[in-house]
């Protein structure tokens, strides 16, 4: 047998093994960029979640001191 031969055959069991899941060039490219799409998506919303919880937590932290300062000054200078 032949290089050529031995490659030919290996080619054929190939095809025959893992024809069903050919895709070609073109969808396989589509399939890349549509990944790529989500991760960029993703990060994207990664990014503006955890500033929106920031913002969050900073506010609340900002209402609970104003909140103590109030009751605070309440309780020491009177009504």
Known sequence: MTPEDVE???GRAIDAKLGQFYIDRETHFKDHEFIQ???KWTEE?????LRSVL???TAI???ACVAGFILWGREHFGK
């Open 8 to 10: 030919a055959a290996v």
């Open 37 to 39: 799409g989500m991760r």
């Open 45 to 49: 919303a990664k990014g503006v979640v």
């Open 55 to 57: 913002k969050f937590l």
């Open 61 to 63: 932290t900002i209402l």
